[in-house]
């Protein structure tokens, strides 16, 4: 297997911009989480999903963040609008338990908004 | 809820020498403890993990690692550092309300 595999590496973008991350998990993991990593906040969970399901957003920072989850090979962060404060790696890990097993994480999206 | 405490920012250790970094949880019960390592520009690959059972784990890369209940704490060792071992190192801690917590992460110097 490849291993979790994330899209767009970087994305340089505009204050403004919708910006779209994407990840493809492990085949046959059934938990998918997103994860936002900075230097004053350190490794953050955003969300995390199980069999497609969202099943905790607490982490979003607000609306204009949005994840989805339309296949169990495929998942969608989405910054509608961007902000310069949302700059960040961006990490995308999948699991087949929600604790007892490792969390497999992909390499990030290095996300720079201007 | 669950925290992790990692005192270490930075540590700069001798190719060759040992090395312990250090972990401090807080938890109401038995907590799911693990140590992950991320190199530049890479995700976080997991080192070792502990759930129950023997308090001195091993790990990938010659990593061990010991749970100390009376300390709270889960220290990271290794007995000769490489050069390869440069890296930042995460202390995360699980619960039974399926969250996990990661610690702000130790950054590893290895001096030649």
């Known amino acids: 297997d490849a291993g979790v595999i994330q899209s767009p590496r970087h994305e340089v973008t505009e204050m403004g911009q919708e910006v779209t991350l994407r990840c493809k998990p492990i085949?046959?993991?059934?938990?998918l989480f997103w994860y936002r990593q900075t230097m004053m906040r350190g490794l953050e969970l955003l969300i995390y999903?199980?069999?497609?399901?969202?099943?905790?957003d607490s982490g979003m920072p607000e609306d204009r963040f949005s994840a989805k989850m339309p296949n169990a090979s495929f998942s969608t962060l989405k910054i509608q609008p961007s902000e310069p404060r949302d700059s960040a790696v961006y990490f995308c890990?999948?699991?087949?338990?929600?604790?007892?097993?490792?969390?497999?994480f992909g390499p990030g999206t290095r996300l720079t908004v201007l | 809820a669950q925290s992790v405490t990692q005192p270490d920012i930075h540590i700069t250790v001798s190719e060759g020498a040992s090395l312990e970094l250090r972990c401090n949880y807080s938890?109401?019960?038995?907590?799911?403890l693990f140590w992950y390592v991320q190199s530049p520009g890479q995700g976080l690959q997991l080192l070792l993990k502990y759930f129950s059972g023997d308090t001195l784990v091993q790990g990938i890369k010659g990593f061990e690692a010991e749970f100390k209940r009376s300390q709270s704490s889960f220290n990271l060792r290794k007995p000769s550092v490489h050069w390869s071992d440069a890296a930042e190192y995460f202390c995360a801690v699980g619960s039974n309300n399926n969250d996990m917590r990661f610690g702000a992460g130790t950054r590893l110097t290895v001096k030649p």
């Open positions: 999903f199980n069999n497609n399901v969202p099943i905790d």
């Open positions: 890990a999948s699991s087949l338990w929600l604790i007892h097993n490792e969390q497999f």
């Open positions: 938890y109401g019960a038995t907590p799911y």
């Open positions: 085949s046959g993991h059934d938990y």
